[in-house]
Protein backbone atom coordinates (compact mmCIF):
# COMPACT_ATOMS: atom_id res chain seq x y z
CA UNK A 1 0.00 0.00 0.00
CA UNK A 2 2.20 2.78 -1.50
CA UNK A 3 1.25 6.40 -1.56
CA UNK A 4 3.40 7.91 -4.27
CA UNK A 5 2.42 11.98 -2.68
CA UNK A 6 4.62 10.12 0.10
CA UNK A 7 7.35 9.06 -2.18
CA UNK A 8 7.31 12.32 -3.75
CA UNK A 9 7.74 14.62 -1.02
CA UNK A 10 10.31 12.23 0.68
CA UNK A 11 12.49 12.20 -2.08
CA UNK A 12 12.07 16.23 -2.47
CA UNK A 13 12.65 16.73 0.95
CA UNK A 14 15.01 14.28 2.00
CA UNK A 15 17.89 15.65 0.73
CA UNK A 16 17.35 19.11 2.66
CA UNK A 17 16.32 17.29 5.81
CA UNK A 18 20.06 15.19 5.43
CA UNK A 19 21.78 18.75 5.05
CA UNK A 20 20.38 20.28 8.07
CA UNK A 21 20.26 17.46 10.14
CA UNK A 22 21.80 14.41 9.19
CA UNK A 23 20.92 10.97 10.65
CA UNK A 24 23.10 8.22 11.70
CA UNK A 25 20.77 5.47 11.37
CA UNK A 26 20.99 1.88 13.00
CA UNK A 27 18.65 -1.12 13.14
CA UNK A 28 17.17 -0.59 9.84
CA UNK A 29 17.47 -4.65 9.25
CA UNK A 30 14.78 -4.89 12.38
CA UNK A 31 12.09 -3.62 10.63
CA UNK A 32 10.31 -6.98 8.98
CA UNK A 33 7.85 -6.51 5.86
CA UNK A 34 5.25 -6.70 8.30
CA UNK A 35 2.98 -3.82 9.58
CA UNK A 36 4.14 -2.16 12.47
CA UNK A 37 3.57 0.37 15.22
CA UNK A 38 6.66 2.54 15.46
CA UNK A 39 7.44 4.04 18.89
CA UNK A 40 10.18 6.74 18.65
CA UNK A 41 10.64 8.53 22.00
CA UNK A 42 10.03 12.39 21.31
CA UNK A 43 11.80 15.35 22.19
CA UNK A 44 11.30 17.75 18.93
CA UNK A 45 9.23 18.55 16.72
CA UNK A 46 11.69 17.22 14.12
CA UNK A 47 11.36 14.07 15.62
CA UNK A 48 8.50 12.94 12.99
CA UNK A 49 10.75 14.52 9.92
CA UNK A 50 13.82 12.87 10.73
CA UNK A 51 12.11 9.47 11.23
CA UNK A 52 10.67 9.70 8.04
CA UNK A 53 13.69 10.70 6.14
CA UNK A 54 15.68 7.42 8.08
CA UNK A 55 13.04 4.89 6.54
CA UNK A 56 13.11 4.36 2.61
CA UNK A 57 11.04 6.07 0.29
CA UNK A 58 8.58 3.08 -0.19
CA UNK A 59 8.21 2.48 3.15
CA UNK A 60 3.63 1.94 3.81
CA UNK A 61 3.78 4.69 6.89
CA UNK A 62 1.03 6.08 8.15
CA UNK A 63 1.06 8.94 10.93
CA UNK A 64 -0.64 10.04 13.68
CA UNK A 65 -0.42 13.56 14.94
CA UNK A 66 -2.02 16.34 17.52
CA UNK A 67 -5.38 17.37 15.83
CA UNK A 68 -4.38 20.82 16.57
CA UNK A 69 -2.29 20.96 13.55
CA UNK A 70 -5.22 20.04 11.37
CA UNK A 71 -6.90 23.25 12.40
CA UNK A 72 -4.83 25.23 9.48
CA UNK A 73 -6.24 24.88 6.24
CA UNK A 74 -2.88 24.47 3.93
CA UNK A 75 -1.18 22.30 6.28
CA UNK A 76 -4.46 19.99 7.27
CA UNK A 77 -4.48 18.75 3.21
CA UNK A 78 -0.95 18.48 3.25
CA UNK A 79 -0.78 16.16 6.16
CA UNK A 80 -3.99 14.49 4.99
CA UNK A 81 -1.92 13.63 1.36
CA UNK A 82 1.14 12.31 3.10
CA UNK A 83 -1.17 9.87 5.46
CA UNK A 84 -1.13 11.68 8.67
CA UNK A 85 -4.48 11.91 10.45
CA UNK A 86 -5.30 13.78 13.55
CA UNK A 87 -5.67 12.36 17.15
CA UNK A 88 -7.88 14.31 19.94
CA UNK A 89 -5.00 13.96 22.74
CA UNK A 90 -6.77 14.88 25.30
CA UNK A 91 -10.00 12.65 25.27
CA UNK A 92 -10.65 8.67 24.17
CA UNK A 93 -10.44 9.51 20.23
CA UNK A 94 -12.43 5.97 19.42
CA UNK A 95 -12.43 7.76 15.67
CA UNK A 96 -8.42 7.59 15.41
CA UNK A 97 -8.02 4.28 17.30
CA UNK A 98 -10.31 2.74 14.68
CA UNK A 99 -8.34 4.22 11.67
CA UNK A 100 -5.12 3.26 13.14
CA UNK A 101 -6.07 -0.33 13.55
CA UNK A 102 -7.72 -0.20 9.79
CA UNK A 103 -4.42 1.42 8.60
CA UNK A 104 -2.37 -1.51 10.36
CA UNK A 105 -4.74 -4.22 8.53
CA UNK A 106 -4.47 -2.39 5.49
CA UNK A 107 -0.57 -3.25 5.73
CA UNK A 108 0.32 0.03 6.30
CA UNK A 109 2.94 0.42 9.81
CA UNK A 110 1.41 3.34 12.12
CA UNK A 111 3.98 6.19 13.56
CA UNK A 112 2.46 7.02 17.35
CA UNK A 113 4.85 8.86 20.09
CA UNK A 114 3.88 6.98 23.66
CA UNK A 115 4.83 9.89 25.29
CA UNK A 116 2.18 11.85 23.89
CA UNK A 117 4.07 14.86 23.75
CA UNK A 118 7.56 16.30 23.37
CA UNK A 119 9.43 15.48 26.38
CA UNK A 120 12.16 17.85 28.04
CA UNK A 121 15.40 15.61 29.24
CA UNK A 122 15.05 14.22 33.16
CA UNK A 123 11.39 15.08 33.06
CA UNK A 124 8.93 12.77 34.38
CA UNK A 125 6.34 11.85 31.68
CA UNK A 126 2.92 9.46 31.94
CA UNK A 127 3.55 7.27 28.96
CA UNK A 128 0.13 6.77 27.16
CA UNK A 129 -1.71 3.62 26.78
CA UNK A 130 -3.01 3.69 23.02
CA UNK A 131 0.02 2.59 21.56
CA UNK A 132 -0.38 -0.75 23.09
CA UNK A 133 -4.13 -0.79 22.73
CA UNK A 134 -3.58 -0.11 18.79
CA UNK A 135 -0.72 -3.18 18.75
CA UNK A 136 -2.86 -5.41 20.80
CA UNK A 137 -6.16 -4.93 18.79
CA UNK A 138 -4.68 -4.99 15.31
CA UNK A 139 -2.24 -8.20 16.13
CA UNK A 140 0.40 -6.38 15.03
CA UNK A 141 4.18 -5.92 16.33
CA UNK A 142 5.90 -2.83 18.57
CA UNK A 143 9.03 -1.62 17.40
CA UNK A 144 11.22 0.78 20.00
CA UNK A 145 13.08 3.60 18.53
CA UNK A 146 15.37 5.69 19.83
CA UNK A 147 15.92 9.49 18.57
CA UNK A 148 18.87 11.48 19.74
CA UNK A 149 18.13 14.56 21.50
CA UNK A 150 20.86 16.79 20.46
CA UNK A 151 19.76 18.51 17.47
CA UNK A 152 22.58 21.29 16.31
CA UNK A 153 22.31 22.15 12.68
CA UNK A 154 24.60 19.80 10.78
CA UNK A 155 24.65 17.62 13.82
CA UNK A 156 24.35 14.11 13.31
CA UNK A 157 21.51 12.68 15.14
CA UNK A 158 21.43 9.20 16.03
CA UNK A 159 17.99 7.06 15.26
CA UNK A 160 18.00 3.54 16.43
CA UNK A 161 15.48 0.78 15.23
CA UNK A 162 15.23 -2.09 17.89
CA UNK A 163 14.31 -5.32 17.44
CA UNK A 164 10.22 -6.12 17.35
CA UNK A 165 8.16 -6.72 20.69
CA UNK A 166 5.19 -8.78 20.58
CA UNK A 167 2.73 -7.13 22.74
CA UNK A 168 1.81 -9.26 26.27
CA UNK A 169 -1.86 -9.58 26.71
CA UNK A 170 -4.23 -12.78 28.22
CA UNK A 171 -7.91 -12.29 26.92
CA UNK A 172 -8.42 -11.77 23.45
CA UNK A 173 -8.37 -7.79 23.63
CA UNK A 174 -6.27 -7.15 26.60
CA UNK A 175 -7.05 -5.11 29.29
CA UNK A 176 -6.52 -1.45 30.35
CA UNK A 177 -3.78 -2.58 32.35
CA UNK A 178 -2.16 -4.78 29.92
CA UNK A 179 -2.32 -1.74 27.33
CA UNK A 180 -0.38 0.35 29.78
CA UNK A 181 2.32 -2.21 30.13
CA UNK A 182 2.72 -2.93 26.74
CA UNK A 183 3.65 0.78 25.97
CA UNK A 184 5.57 1.58 29.35
CA UNK A 185 7.62 -1.47 28.37
CA UNK A 186 8.34 -0.50 24.71
CA UNK A 187 9.13 3.10 26.07
CA UNK A 188 12.07 1.26 28.43
CA UNK A 189 13.09 -0.73 25.63
CA UNK A 190 13.40 3.01 23.35
CA UNK A 191 15.38 4.58 26.35
CA UNK A 192 17.64 1.55 26.67
CA UNK A 193 18.59 1.72 22.88
CA UNK A 194 19.63 5.67 23.90
CA UNK A 195 21.54 4.17 26.30
CA UNK A 196 23.46 1.85 24.62
CA UNK A 197 24.80 4.53 21.67
Not at 47 to 54: G, N, T
Not at 159 to 167: D, E, N, Q
Amino acid sequence: MINEYYTKVHDFLKPFVDFLHPVDVKGLENLPDEPLVLCPNHCSWWDPILLISALRRDFPLQVMAKKQLFKIPVLKTFLTKLGVFPVDRGNHDVAALKRSIQALREGCSLMIFPEGTRVRKNKEVHIKSGAGMIAVRAGVRMVPVYIGSKKGLFRKVPIIFGKPYTPVYTSRRGTAEEYRENAEEIMRQVYELGGAQ
